[in-house]
């Protein structure tokens, strides 16, 4: 569809109806008037599409059943050129098998007729605001890639000079060490957090190169502490391709027996080639293989059937409050209990207060990493239990 006008040119936003009954359309039209929203009006899907090829909307609010294209063909085509647009589907007759198919062509809602004026404003207003935040999303995006790559050259240089890895212990059960996290750093003022320096190298195309440099820095000190135990080691799902780290020239590999692979979630480990043919080789090596973020991001079903872990870590907004959240404690418990029978050890990772340790050893966490036991240093931080 081509944006050819700003859709936000009204204060709460600009709405397109689509119903091929009149009275219907002309009364939520009125109700969205009232409540201070542009709206334009459609008597049938292909009017609805032939708008949508001149305005761009906020929000499309349509009937379901309608003649020629109908509400569903409609959603079809509207998200087959932009899925960032909210569309409410409506209708009078509802049934499974349009609500299943109104779900799998990403429907923003689905009502039923007839809707009252205050669940049509609240609806229209949600529908518009997750629109305006999809916009300014894809500005802010627009933005970032806007800048001068040799700027960002300069910036991901500075970062690579400036490349320092912290340790953040994890803990057994009992309170002895089990081993440390390595975590990327930098100093370069204008990358000033790891997914900054992350976000860079991926524009950059240099995964690569980053990856190798924070690898060689992890490996240096622990192969000098062999009471060090493990070394956690975060891999980008790009980084799985990298054939140097089944090189036996690699620092890492020279210590894999010693080392967890932990697949982060900030892409799919789905587009990796032959992924199930690394991660045998990475096995081959003698490293172990671990998945981050659990309950958070990509790393799920898809993850576990293709990485087989041996560890598991629960992504710390389930382990925030578990202490007083009996919801949480319910899922860490199915997990842990899950991960049991498969033979997987789990983390709990992010504690931050001895409540929420205790909770984590009594719903079944081998291990535990988090603030309350250590912050990230670069040497290697003690701890407290």
């Avoid at 700027?151 to 000079?161: R, Y």
């Avoid at 027996?257 to 900030?266: H, Q």
């Avoid at 036991?373 to 931080?381: G, V």
């Amino acid at each position: 569809m081509n944006a050819l006008v700003n859709p936000t040119d009204s204060l709460r936003g600009r709405i397109l109806l689509a119903d091929d009954e009149p009275e219907p359309l002309r009364a939520m039209a009125r109700v969205l008037k009232a409540s201070g929203f542009a709206v334009d009006t459609a008597r049938s899907g292909d009017d609805a599409l032939a708008q949508l090829n001149k305005k761009a909307y906020d929000a499309i609010l349509s009937d379901i059943s309608m003649p020629g294209v109908d509400g569903i063909e409609l959603l079809r085509r509207i998200h087959d050129h932009d899925a960032d647009v909210p569309v409410v589907l409506i209708t009078g007759a509802p049934a499974v098998e349009t609500a299943v198919l109104a779900l799998d062509y990403g429907a923003y809602k689905y009502l039923l007729k007839p809707v009252s004026p205050d669940r049509l404003e609240e609806v229209a207003t949600k529908a518009v605001q997750m629109s305006q935040m999809a916009r300014i999303r894809r500005e802010a995006v627009a933005m970032l890639h806007a800048a001068p790559d040799v700027e960002l050259q300069d910036s991901f240089k500075g970062a690579m000079d400036t490349l320092w890895v912290a340790y953040q212990p994890i803990v057994k059960s009992d309170g002895s060490l089990y081993g440390y996290e390595a975590l990327l750093r930098s100093r370069e003022p204008r990358l000033p957090h790891p997914g900054a320096v992350l976000d860079a190298a991926e524009k950059l195309n240099t995964l690569e190169q980053l990856g190798r440099r924070v690898r060689e820095l992890a490996a240096q000190p622990i192969t000098e502490q062999p009471e060090s135990g493990s070394l956690f080691v975060n891999l980008h799902p790009r980084d799985l391709e990298d054939e140097e780290l089944t090189s036996p020239d690699s620092a890492l590999a020279k210590i894999a027996d010693r080392v967890v692979l932990e697949v982060t979630e900030r892409a799919s480990v789905g587009n990796i080639n032959d992924l199930r043919k690394r991660v045998a080789r990475l096995r081959e090596t003698g490293y172990r293989i671990a998945v981050d973020d659990l309950g958070a991001g990509y790393a799920g079903l898809t993850s576990f059937a293709l990485l087989e872990p041996q560890i598991v870590k629960v992504d710390m907004t389930l382990v925030r409050d578990i202490d007083k959240l009996p919801v949480k404690q319910r899922l860490v418990r199915s997990i842990t209990s899950l991960c049991r029978e498969m033979g997987i050890e789990v983390v709990g990772e992010g504690v931050e207060t001895p409540e929420e340790r205790d909770i984590l050893l009594e719903l079944g966490c081998d291990l535990l990493q988090g603030y309350y036991l250590a912050k990230p240093q670069e040497a290697f931080p003690t701890y407290r239990w």
